[in-house]
């Protein structure tokens, strides 16, 4: 910096000093300095100026665009099982969490951040899902991951991997729509008015393999053709990693307690619903006259041996009256809600008995699963002991499904945790057992056993569980249709303020169920609080999965 003042000194001195040609002759060279001198100034400065410029960069925030995405994700995730609480857009480490149970569950590397093929599969199954249809009732009903099973078909179908379909299902599997297509054509009422029909369609897991079974009774046909003098045909099929195969009957009156299933190969029990066709003897007719024969009919014949001395007043409902299976109820329910294009919404709530039962059956789906899952974590014990085990408990529970239907939830629950503090098990054991035990009842169509396995849960303090048991009083199945008591286990199901168990995809779902109860009955719903009480029973002990 010296030697600069220095020089510019000697330079300035040097022009007042010089002779004027000399001047004359330098001024481009003094030009050329002072330039130099300017532009080096001016350059230094602007590189000072710009080792000192702070850059600033903004990160944009997530659009409303993305978190709609994001919250559309969330909702596709807790209709499936991954639960990942409340979708309000913004995807934090419960978000990533249920995605990676997700990707890992379709076989993905479950690194938590989803791609967009994994998006385009599962937002577009939970929408097939919500919409319903028959391949989603075929999907639902049959396939051993239930509502997940939705994923796995809308991934292959994806992949280009579409199973094939049957022309006009009616949410049946292709084997089952084929045989109720054949039943119909000898038939008055078309297939689809058939598989409507009350006990035409029956559902159980006869063969316990964790899948549903079908059984097709001819007796409701209305047909002689499909029908002697003491039996009509029934066809069961039974679920193969194959598909289902078909096994041929005589009986009356069937039920799936009758059969008896391993693998595909099913046997009926009983000498009076043997699987033989009844031969008739037709009347022998007079020479040169016309062979005139019965109508066949499925009707027991009723004899009156008593008759000839005095006459007693006849008794028809003295036998056991079959109870009406949930399942098949289910199917129908499932039919219905199909060929109406889809469930139940608030906006379009015409039918509150078919919005009930499309909610109850959505339920059962979910218990199901629920079930399944922690069987699962249940070391050495395979389905069908599991079922069996259940089953065994189900006359332990049975007055209390039975006092449900006559007194108040409070005076059945103080009998049910008294009962559960009888068991000796833990509350979390007793917990997971009568999840099993719930899903187990529903499965095998056990409804002691699946009333009594959500009235242990309601007691234990879980009561979302409540609203099964509205479900059974304002419907009917294994219990009387009680709606002043139904609407008092609505309340206490769907009021509590827990977590939804059932279809948390679906906000308008307690606001369908308290209108559509409004509307069977015209009254109000009661805000009745129920007090569970913190806790022979199986003991499943489960071991958490890795």
Avoid at 134 to 150: A, K, L
Wanted: with cysteine; charged share 15%.
């Amino acid at each position: 910096m010296a030697f600069k003042k220095v020089f510019t000194f000697l330079t300035a001195a040097s022009l007042l000093v010089a002779p004027a040609h000399q001047a004359a002759a330098q001024d481009g060279f003094v030009g050329g300095i002072i330039g130099g001198i300017i532009g080096g100034a001016i350059a230094n400065d602007q590189r000072r100026r710009t080792t000192q410029q702070t850059v600033r960069r903004t990160v944009p925030g997530a659009t409303s665009a993305q978190r709609e995405q994001n919250r559309g994700v969330q909702t596709a995730l807790n209709l499936f099982g991954f639960n990942v609480g409340t979708p309000d857009g913004s995807i934090g480490p419960r978000s990533r969490a249920g995605i990676s149970q997700y990707q890992a569950f379709l076989g993905y590397a479950a690194t938590g951040q989803i791609t967009d093929i994994e998006r385009n599969i599962l937002t577009t199954a939970h929408q097939r899902a919500i919409m319903g249809g028959p391949i989603v009732s075929q999907t639902i009903s049959t396939h051993p991951q239930g509502m997940r099973g939705m994923l796995l078909l809308q991934r292959d179908e994806m992949m280009g991997h579409s199973p094939a379909r049957s022309a006009g299902n009616y949410g049946l599997p292709a084997e089952v729509a084929a045989a109720v297509d054949e039943i119909a054509r000898s038939s008055d009422p078309t297939a689809s008015q058939l598989v409507e029909r009350s006990g035409f369609i029956q559902l159980a897991d006869i063969n316990s393999d964790g899948r549903t079974d079908y059984i097709l009774d001819t007796s409701v046909t209305g047909s002689a053709f499909w029908c002697n003098a003491q039996a009509c045909t029934v066809r069961v099929f039974a679920s193969t990693p194959d598909g289902y195969a078909r096994n041929d009957f005589q009986a009356f009156n069937a039920t799936p307690a009758m059969f008896t299933c391993q693998r595909g190969d099913c046997s009926m029990s009983g000498a009076i619903n043997a699987p033989a066709t009844v031969a008739v003897a037709a009347p022998v007719a007079p020479s040169g006259g016309a062979v005139t024969l019965p109508v066949a009919s499925a009707q027991p014949v009723v004899s009156n041996p008593g008759a000839a001395t005095s006459p007693a007043m006849p008794n028809f409902f003295g036998g056991a009256a079959a109870a009406p299976s949930l399942a098949s109820h289910c199917n129908r329910t499932s039919l219905a809600t199909t060929n109406n294009g889809g469930y139940t919404t608030v906006a379009n709530l015409t039918d509150p008995r078919l919005a009930l039962s499309e909610q109850f059956c959505l339920a059962r789906t979910y218990a199901i699963a629920e079930g399944e899952e922690l069987a699962q974590q249940v070391p050495g014990v395979t389905p069908q002991q599991i079922s069996a085990q259940c089953d065994a408990f189900g006359p332990s529970l049975k007055p209390f499904a039975a006092a449900m239907s006559l007194q108040e939830p409070a005076d059945v629950l103080r009998d049910v945790s008294d009962f559960a503090l009888q068991t000796g098990m833990s509350p979390a054991q007793l917990s997971g057992t009568a999840k099993i035990c719930l899903s187990a009842g529903y499965r095998g169509d056990n409804m002691d056993v699946a009333i009594g396995s959500g009235l242990l849960l309601v007691a234990l303090g879980e009561p979302v569980y409540a609203e099964l048991m509205g479900h059974h009083l304002a419907q009917g199945f294994g219990a009387n249709t009680r709606l002043d008591l139904a609407k008092i286990w609505f309340s206490t199901g769907l009021g509590s303020g827990q977590r939804a168990v059932y279809a948390a995809g679906q906000p308008d779902r307690d606001a369908l169920i308290h209108q559509a109860v409004l509307a069977l009955d015209g009254g109000a719903m009661p805000p009745v609080p129920l007090t569970p009480v913190a806790p022979a029973v199986p003991v499943f002990n489960l071991i958490p999965a890795q």
